[in-house]
């Protein structure tokens, strides 16, 4: 079974469908959604409607689908550019969409599928915490209890792994940097040579992967991110898809939504 793994879309309609198409040449069987459809990008309806269509196998709730589901009283502490974005985008979406972003669970096990998926991490899914480093890995290694756990939230995509005890190493949970982009801050990114990480799976291993984002990628590189899990092949690939930035953009300033929101898409920040 090949599942393709989705995050953070946020609105971003012309990086979705350069990732459907992807999903299309990969013979995707079924869908995991990481949550965050909505919010920040122009397009959160038509994102709705094509997440909804697809053969879901498990799907949780992100931070901005919460504030998009919900009355509007849990909007006080925004700032005011923020509040005028969450109520933009609920004015687009229908009663039966909020309904179905309500009604997403925090967490969820897949039957079948040994993975479990989270937007934020598995320790406090509801204080929508970040997973930056093996310190962050290690409070959610305590409550993952599959091999796999896929998470999103921070747009950034960095890979942890949690060896056997059998294998008594001084480190028992490390990062995986061969999940993150190979390029570094000093070399000079030429994006041709790159467009998919993989990662084996060892028996007796857990696996903590952030996957990146669709629709708004803050780690330099501004093309979609998603992954792929192999169950068979016991393997996750991580792609990267181009998409029509510039059209996303003219999206943003014709609906009238923050100009920075714009900016940041060309330059994956
Ligand atoms: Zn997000």
Same mark, same amino acid.
């Given at each position: 079974m090949r599942y393709a793994i989705l995050s953070d879309i946020h609105g971003n309609l012309e990086a979705l469908t350069a990732v459907m198409e992807k999903c299309r040449d990969l013979e995707i069987d079924k869908y995991i959604f990481l949550g965050d459809?909505?919010?920040y990008n122009g397009n959160p309806k038509e994102c709705m409607d094509i997440i909804r269509s697809l053969d879901i196998a498990g799907a949780v709730k992100g931070n901005h689908d919460e504030y998009a589901a919900n009355? @509007? #009283?849990?909007?006080?502490?925004?700032n005011p550019h923020a509040k005028a974005a969450v109520l933009w985008? $609920?004015?687009?979406?229908?009663? @039966? #969409? %909020? /309904?179905?972003? &309500?009604?997403?669970?925090? %967490?969820?096990?897949? $039957?079948? /599928?040994?993975?479990t998926i989270v937007h934020s991490t598995l320790d406090s899914p509801e204080a929508w915490?970040?997973?930056?480093?093996?310190?962050?890995?290690? #409070?959610?290694?305590a409550y993952q209890f599959t091999q796999l756990c896929f998470c999103g939230h921070s747009h950034v995509p960095v890979g942890f792994c949690k060896k056997p005890i059998a294998a008594q190493a001084t480190r028992q949970i490390e990062e995986l940097r061969a999940w993150t982009d190979p390029a570094t801050p000093e070399m000079p990114r030429d994006f041709s040579v790159f467009d998919s990480v993989s990662v084996d799976l060892q028996t007796g291993y857990k696996y903590l992967l952030n996957v990146g984002s669709i629709g708004q990628p803050r780690n330099k590189d501004p093309r979609a991110s998603f /992954?792929?899990? #192999?169950?068979? @092949? $016991?393997?996750? &690939? %991580?792609? %990267?898809?181009?998409?029509d930035i510039a059209a996303t953009q003219a999206r943003i300033r014709e609906v009238g939504l923050p100009e920075r929101l714009a900016e940041r898409l060309a330059t994956g920040s």
């Open positions: 459809v909505v919010g009355n @509007d #009283d849990v909007l006080e502490s925004f985008t $609920k004015s687009q979406l229908s009663l @039966d #969409d %909020r /309904a179905w972003l &309500t009604n997403l669970p925090m %967490r969820q096990t897949i $039957k079948g /599928a040994f993975v915490g970040y997973i930056f480093d093996e310190h962050h890995a290690a #409070d959610n290694f /992954a792929v899990y #192999d169950s068979n @092949d $016991k393997n996750v &690939t %991580r792609y %990267r898809v181009p998409y």
